[in-house]
């Protein structure tokens, strides 16, 4: 094939003489690598939570994992449906990123801070017993006569 074929076969939106893989096969490929590093990160973190990116003029529709320290992972998805049934199946929530924006954990996980974790010393002391006095709810007809 001469170079004034393959011109105009690259305008009329022919593929060339080389074999190319078809955009079909590109798209599974993708999606299995994604898919795979998905999985991976879901699998490794805690408290992971799904947020779906909505599709851009730049991007594609994308899945934004966020891990309880703020790390996270963005990959591409076929769309809503299908993010959907991955959270499904990883038991994550999903929230829609343009209606609930993102965590704090997320920018702070950007900036570099890294937020103290809490440690049991931390906390205040658990009432026991002892210590609660709870009086018994009185109902409407128990009330005191005097008071009304």
């Known amino acids: 094939m001469n170079p004034w074929q393959r011109v105009r076969r690259w305008f009329q939106g022919g593929a ?5 893989p078809s955009l079909a096969e590109s798209e599974r ?16 973190r805690h408290g992971v939570e799904a947020y779906l990116e909505p599709r851009t003029a730049m991007y594609s529709t994308t899945l934004l994992l966020i891990a309880d320290d703020g790390e996270y992972l963005r990959r591409p998805v076929r769309g809503a449906d299908a993010a959907r049934s991955l959270c499904r199946q990883w038991n994550v929530p ?3 990123a343009a209606k609930v924006g993102y965590p704090r954990r997320l920018h702070d996980y950007v900036r570099g801070h890294r937020r103290a974790p809490v440690r049991l010393e931390d906390l205040p002391p658990w009432p026991s ?5 709870l009086d018994p709810p009185t109902s409407p007809d128990e009330q005191d006569p005097d008071n009304e």
């Not at 490929?29 to 490794?44: G, I, N």
């Not at 017993?129 to 006095?133: A, E, H, I, K």
Request: hydrophobic share 30%.
């Open 16 to 20: 060339s003489s080389r074999r190319e």
């Open 94 to 96: 999903l929230y829609d």
């Open 129 to 133: 017993d002892d210590d609660v006095t």
């Open 29 to 44: 490929t993708t999606d299995r690598a994604a898919r795979d590093a998905l999985d991976a990160f879901v699998t490794s």
